[in-house]
């Protein structure tokens, strides 16, 4: 009697913290969701990265700018959290721990925010049509005046300069190359589809021959 | 400060899963005898403390630009009519991909020794529980998680809309790993169990059972076991390293080499 009181109460906690934990993931308890991004490993992984958010919000961060302006879909990377408000509380902190070699994200962030520091203390001045590190321009999307300070490494010479308003290839040359990237780009395509379906006929093929070939109990 | 926000957040995760799972494992044990702090208890504990602390960030940065990679070779156009479906059409496309993937993804693990290399690092502990579930080599979790994902990154779906299913697979996936038997009858045929997944780490590398949250995949393809005990020994019948560097290095470098590197390390 006892041990059966036992067994349906433990039974019974086990299924409400299970219930309360998928609830609490699924953001029923309050208002920032703590849902994670990506499925774990079927093997028994984490809970989730509930835990990783602090840890990988660096490179969480870059991957929304980064995608947000080019790739909207992958957004489903990003978990439910206020990404940018944490970022902003959490900037100076990532910063300090960068020397932690095990946090690799950190240390990506930390990368991409000395890019930053360096640009943006090296010149002030010129506004100069100059292209920028993609990763870096996305870093500044929210700032369009840091954008135009990014030339400092760049920064014209009084002959560049002169180069830049008589010489015309200049301009033709990047034209042509902003065509060729766009050219590059659409084949990418069909090519990176292309490769895709291989793979993906390759994998379900050895997954068929294997199949038929050892046929597994 | 990060970090130690990732350090609170293990510490809680750990106290969070013995409160879940320990009670279970005390009243529906599989292996009466077995106790909490058995034999590797502490090997697991470094698998544990490292996923959460060290690879469960690195599985998911390289994820993360393989999602990005994968987003930009998808035409716009096939994924703009994929997402113009109903979502709850397209959460149940990406459940039934992400199971099939991970169903023959894992039975290529068990197949290809280029693939059981890692993944015998999780099939190598002798005592399943709760913690046990967290064996893994960073590589594998790299390949298993990447697959349960994929569909996911090429449909580019809002995953956030699949949160409860999400973590309830996490917890499941750490479920069917504890010490407990418990029998549920015919459900056992549509949701995964100890009981199952118990058959699937016996000593014969080829033992079925390779689906995890639902066993229908077995099922449909003939690998579903599921005798009425649990099985009498589990682990790998090869000779592998018994410690936490050892498991880690020696699927990457190869058993020969790892045994040379140590030989001179000893002298
Ligand atoms: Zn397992
Ligand atoms: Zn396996």
Redesign the interface.
């Known amino acids: 009697m006892i041990q059966n009181a036992?067994?349906v109460l433990?039974?019974g906690?086990?299924i409400s913290?299970?219930t309360g934990?998928?609830?609490?993931?699924?953001?029923a308890f309050d208002s920032t969701?703590a849902?994670?991004?990506?499925?774990?490993?079927?093997?028994?992984?984490?809970?989730?990265?509930?835990?990783?958010a602090?840890?990988?919000?660096g490179?969480?961060e870059i991957?929304q700018q980064?995608?947000n302006e080019?790739?909207?879909?992958?957004?489903?990377?990003a978990?439910?959290i206020d990404l940018k408000k944490y970022e902003q509380e959490?900037k100076k902190?990532?910063r300090?721990?960068s020397s932690?070699s095990?946090?690799?994200?950190?240390e990506?962030k930390i990368d991409v925010e000395d890019i930053k520091k360096e640009y943006v203390s090296s010149s002030k001045s010129m506004l100069h049509p100059i292209k920028v590190e993609p990763t870096a321009s996305k870093l500044f999307k929210e700032d369009p005046e840091q954008i135009a300070k990014l030339q400092p490494k760049f920064s014209p010479t009084a002959s560049d300069t002169k180069q830049d308003i008589t010489s015309d290839p200049t301009k033709d040359h990047s034209i042509k190359s902003g065509e060729k990237e766009e050219i590059r780009k659409t084949s990418?395509?069909?090519w990176?589809?292309v490769?895709?379906g291989v793979l993906g006929i390759v994998?379900?093929g050895?997954?068929i021959f294997?199949?038929f070939r050892?046929k597994?109990? | 400060m990060a970090f130690l926000y990732l350090l609170l957040g293990t510490f809680l995760s750990f106290v969070f899963l013995i409160i879940l799972f320990v009670p279970m494992e005390r009243v529906f044990p599989a292996q009466k005898g077995q106790a909490i702090f058995r034999k590797a208890w502490v090997l697991d504990l470094c698998y544990f403390l490292g996923q959460y602390l060290l690879w469960g960030s690195v599985v998911y940065f390289v994820l993360s630009y393989f999602a990005d990679w994968l987003t930009g070779i998808v035409p716009s156009d096939f994924r703009t009519m994929l997402q113009s479906q109903a979502i709850w059409l397209q959460a149940i496309e990406a459940i039934i991909l992400s199971d099939l993937l991970i169903y023959w993804g894992h039975r290529l693990q068990h197949k290809i020794p280029f693939l059981w290399r890692f993944h015998k690092v999780h099939h190598s502990a002798e005592r399943l529980d709760w913690l046990a579930a967290h064996r893994e080599h960073p590589l594998d979790s790299i390949y298993t998680v990447g697959l349960i994902n994929l569909p996911m990154f090429i449909l580019g779906f809002p995953m956030e809309v699949l949160a409860g299913v999400i973590a309830f697979r996490g917890i499941w996936a750490i479920y069917i790993h504890s010490n407990v038997r418990l029998p549920i009858g015919p459900l056992k045929k549509i949701i995964g169990s100890p009981e199952l997944h118990h058959w699937h780490h016996h000593l014969d590398k080829n033992a079925g059972n390779y689906a995890n949250i639902s066993p229908l995949m077995d099922l449909l393809f003939g690998t579903y076991v599921c005798p009425d005990h649990e099985p009498e020994a589990v682990g790998i019948r090869e000779d592998f390293s018994k410690n936490y560097i050892g498991q880690l290095v020696e699927p990457i470098v190869g058993k020969s080499r790892w045994d040379r590197f140590q030989d001179k390390f000893k002298r």
């Open positions: 036992i067994k433990t039974l906690f086990f913290m299970i934990f998928v609830m609490y993931r699924t953001g969701t849902s994670s991004a990506l499925h774990t490993s079927p093997n028994g992984g984490e809970l989730n990265n509930a835990n990783q602090p840890n990988s919000t490179n969480l991957n980064n995608t080019i790739m909207p879909s992958s957004k489903s990377l978990p439910a959490q902190e990532l300090m721990s932690k095990m946090m690799l994200p950190n990506f990418g395509v069909y990176g589809l490769g895709l994998f379900v050895i997954g294997v199949y050892y597994l109990r």
